[in-house]
């Protein structure tokens, strides 16, 4: 069973903007911390963004103040909201969930901003 679908990706200029969703088919949902990560061709993967248990949400600096990660418990979705899309930010999105004894990834959707 796949329980982490991402959606959302694709091709854009630069300076367009991308939402990326993730479906999470989880039991007690409100339970996982949240995350998305990249990993551009050739690279390791990286984190961008977390949505804790606790509501709490962060981004790292190349995405800060161009992305934000949010959660919404009643659909067991999270998004990331990709403004100002640089060349830099081609990867593919991977959608995270983790507790104490699970560690699960999404499939991938790819960005690609390209001129």
């Known amino acids: 069973q796949v329980q982490l679908v991402e959606s959302g990706g694709g091709l854009v200029q630069p300076g367009e903007s991308l939402r990326l969703s993730c479906a999470a088919s989880?039991?007690?949902?409100?339970?996982?911390?949240m995350a998305w990560y990249r990993q551009a061709a050739g690279k390791e993967r990286e984190l961008v963004a977390t949505?804790?248990?606790?509501?709490?949400?962060s981004s790292e600096d190349p995405v800060k103040g161009r992305f934000t990660i949010f959660r919404d418990n009643a659909k067991k979705s999270i998004y990331l909201q990709m403004n100002n899309l640089k060349p830099e930010d081609t990867a593919v999105y991977y959608c995270?969930?983790?507790?104490?004894?699970?560690?699960?990834w999404g499939q991938g959707t790819q960005v690609t901003v390209s001129s």
């Open positions: 995270n969930a983790h507790k104490w004894d699970r560690n699960l």
């Open positions: 989880l039991d007690s949902f409100t339970l996982y911390g």
């Open positions: 949505a804790d248990s606790s509501g709490t949400t």
